[in-house]
């Protein structure tokens, strides 16, 4: 479930036309399956998963450029489920169960048994009403192996911060971090900020009617502020003439 919202967090769904679907699990090898989307959203099924506790699924979504497919920056949802004898077993990835889905899989990459948690005592880490991509589900899991106890609000990331300038102004021209937690913003000559950017590595871009003006690689550290200057670019005339 990707989507821009009325808060201004944006994610361009209709980029969004294949994903790669792949499950983790302890004892058992890794599977991986690509398959379309429609507006960042479908249905998938991996055959042969065994059977097992907590397996991981990961959903990591795709666009053509070109020919080619390519990973969108860090959009990567994911998700736990039992797999049980049969055919009926199902599993919802959304942004909701990505919290927690992260943090197995965090541990899966740290060779740490999945299969003998406690999902019940492993959301009880988890602060509350905090957006997956803003959660340090990296140190939970290091916590967990470690045997380590703390605060679930203590592993809430504050987010990172990307600061620019322009001679332009313009409150058609959005700009963005593609990151789905910050919000977009108007274009004006003054310096901007865009705060609150989860931590990773994302596009920038400015962008009219879903034209990009100007795009670049950010990578955003937590409480950090990345600054990338005065942006020199144009803003073109658009539409139809009669």
């Known amino acids: 479930e990707n989507s821009s919202d009325e808060s201004g967090r944006f994610l361009d769904v209709s980029k969004i036309d294949s994903a ?33 506790k907590n397996r991981i699924v990961t959903v990591q979504a795709r666009k053509t450029v070109g020919t080619i497919l390519s990973n969108l920056d860090g959009i990567v949802m994911s998700a736990i489920c039992d797999i049980e004898p049969g055919d009926s077993n199902s599993v919802s990835v959304t942004w909701k169960s990505t919290s927690i889905g992260n943090v197995y899989h965090s541990l899966y990459k740290l060779n740490y048994d999945v299969s003998s948690l406690n999902s019940e005592e492993v959301s009880s880490l988890l602060p509350q009403d905090v957006h997956a991509l803003l959660i340090d589900t990296n140190q939970i899991a290091l916590d967990i192996k470690n045997g380590t106890k703390k605060t679930p609000d203590s592993y809430k990331f504050s987010g990172g911060t990307v600061k620019f300038s ?5 409150s058609s021209v959005s700009v963005h971090v593609n990151d789905v937690v910050s919000q977009k913003i108007a274009l004006s000559s003054s310096e901007q900020t865009i705060s609150g ?11 009219k009617e879903a034209v990009v003006l100007y795009e670049k690689k950010v990578t955003v550290q937590d409480k950090q502020t990345v600054d990338l200057g005065k942006i020199e670019f144009t803003i073109p005339t658009l539409g139809f003439m009669h």
């Open 197 to 207: 950017v989860a931590p990773g590595t994302w596009t920038f871009y400015i962008t």
């Open 166 to 170: 322009s001679d332009l102004e313009d």
């Open 20 to 52: 790669l679907i792949t499950v983790y699990g302890s004892k058992m090898e890794t599977l991986s399956v690509s398959a379309s989307c429609v507006n960042g959203k479908g249905s998938f099924q991996i055959e042969n998963v065994p059977v097992g």
